[in-house]
């Protein structure tokens, strides 16, 4: 069923109304979703007509309409990916059996954790986002985050289904958590330490949505190979909509950067004092924010070497990215990958069994995929004729995860004393200076077809509509 029933309550493609208790239950949790949305979600939004995207079928062709809706009155629902009547199991122990409607009772708990922590993620970075919308630096930038927004929610929604659908009373205890961390919140924070970050200014809004929504891309990813096929189903459709969200990232450094560089030929100098007296952001800082950005990121991955991973993948639970692709056995037993560690002062590599370096291995194809758009915003420094490159770190640097936590490695993976760190460490990530300056640069600016006077407008508006389109009405 691709099509979606938006004549219930709740919008969804599941055949909800066939299901009386899973559908009340659904109802009584939508009005706790909505109070944590007026709490925590977008501050002074209540009254803006937002021009927004919303699903109206899972058909890659056409799937979205768009149009001026309140936020906290978009149709969120629960949508899934059409289901393969035949759909078998294609790695691990169950490899070639059929896949899993309802969760096996010994994977249970696992399942459970995998759904929680992915689910936890959506709320977070609302949360860390909510403030953003009071110093947008256009019209077109606040839509895009408003999109964002409305997407992690129902992202939220597509976790909180599984929950209740299928792990009873500890799903829908898990449900109302997911409503209950706050992230930031010393007594009661959200899971993973990247969503206890604060989002404060535009440059890390961009930075987030580029680098940690590209994270959410290869879990997502990695969750559509599963076993447990309502998950598959769940994640193959958030990720048509996770794409967006990278693209708000890529695209918005990329403008801060054209804008960057027009000021650098304009003022002929690549003195970072000069630059930030004319009002734009220096591509020293922007390297800081992409080093920080990028390490705390690549540590959502998790422990260099983890049974859990092993686990998780040898269940049927959690696949590679792209497990389709790959030309090997999918079991994996037997096979080895290289992983590295700090030896004698030096960052060496060492085999491993490849099933324990599966979040490695998803690293790893994180970090190409990273590493190429940051090469298209090299491509704008090019062509402006700039002879400054960006790059993302090492991947040893600044890791606060796995075998290298705590070890202090240089941006170009230089293993360095403490002391040489600390001498360092403004140069290599961004300081309360550098942070200060970007923050006094956010002020509002939402008149339509302006844009702030660090960041360059898009190529072209949403939907094919103009830029400088009235994509928020303040009422």
Request: glycine letters at 8%; hydrophobic letters at 35%; a negative charge.
């Amino acid at each position: 069923m691709s099509s979606i029933n938006y004549s219930e309550k709740i919008p969804n493609n599941v055949n909800l109304s066939d299901d009386r208790t899973l559908q009340r239950a659904l109802e009584q949790w939508q009005p706790n979703f909505i109070s944590w949305w007026d709490d925590v979600g977008p501050e002074g939004s209540t009254n803006m007509d937002v021009y927004l995207r919303t699903a109206v079928s899972v058909d890659p062709n056409g799937w979205a309409q768009f149009g001026h809706v309140k936020m906290r009155d978009y149709r969120w629902g629960v949508f899934l990916n059409p289901g393969e009547a035949d759909r078998t199991i294609h790695f691990g122990d169950h490899k070639g059996e059929k896949a899993w409607q309802d969760v096996p009772g010994e994977h249970r708990a696992n399942l459970r954790r995998i759904i929680v922590t992915q689910g936890d993620t959506e709320p977070a970075s609302v949360e860390q986002q909510r403030h953003l919308g009071l110093t947008a630096p256009s019209m077109y930038d606040l839509r895009n985050l408003f999109q964002v927004n409305v997407e992690e929610g129902r992202h939220l929604w597509a976790m909180v289904y599984l929950l209740h659908k299928h792990f009873g009373r500890d799903g829908r205890e898990e449900a109302e958590g997911l409503l209950e961390r706050r992230s930031g919140d010393a007594n009661n924070p959200r899971i993973l330490a990247a969503f206890n970050e604060k989002t404060p200014d535009w440059l890390s809004f961009f930075m987030f949505t580029y680098f940690t929504d590209r994270d959410g891309k290869y879990q997502l990813c990695a969750l559509a190979e599963s076993a447990f096929d309502p998950l598959a189903r769940t994640t193959k459709f958030m990720l048509t909509e996770e794409a967006h969200h990278m693209f708000v990232g890529e695209s918005g450094i990329s403008r801060v950067i054209q804008r960057t560089a027009q000021k650098m030929n304009e003022l002929k100098t690549d003195d970072v004092g000069k630059l930030r007296a004319a009002g734009v952001i220096d591509l020293p800082t922007i390297q800081r924010y992409i080093n920080f950005h990028f390490s705390v990121t690549i540590d959502l991955f998790g422990a260099d070497e983890s049974s859990n991973a092993a686990t998780f993948y040898s269940s049927g639970l959690k696949g590679r990215y792209e497990e389709g692709k790959r030309v090997d056995d999918h079991v994996l037993k037997g096979q080895t990958y290289k992983v590295i560690e700090a030896k004698d002062g030096q960052l060496v590599e060492k085999e491993v069994p490849m099933l324990n370096a599966l979040n490695e291995v998803l690293r790893d194809d994180y970090i190409k995929d990273s590493i190429s758009g940051v090469e298209r915003w090299n491509k704008v420094l090019d062509k402006a004729g700039i002879p400054v490159h960006l790059r993302v770190p090492h991947k040893a640097f600044h890791r606060n995860i796995g075998a290298l936590s705590g070890v202090k490695v240089s941006p170009d993976g230089r293993v360095v004393s403490e002391a040489e760190w600390n001498a360092s460490v403004d140069q290599w990530l961004p300081s309360n200076e550098d942070r200060a300056y970007v923050a006094s640069l956010m002020g509002r600016c939402v008149e339509p077809g302006k844009f702030a006077n660090w960041i360059a407008p898009p190529v072209m508006g949403i939907n094919r509509q103009p830029v400088d389109f009235d994509y928020v009405r303040f009422n």
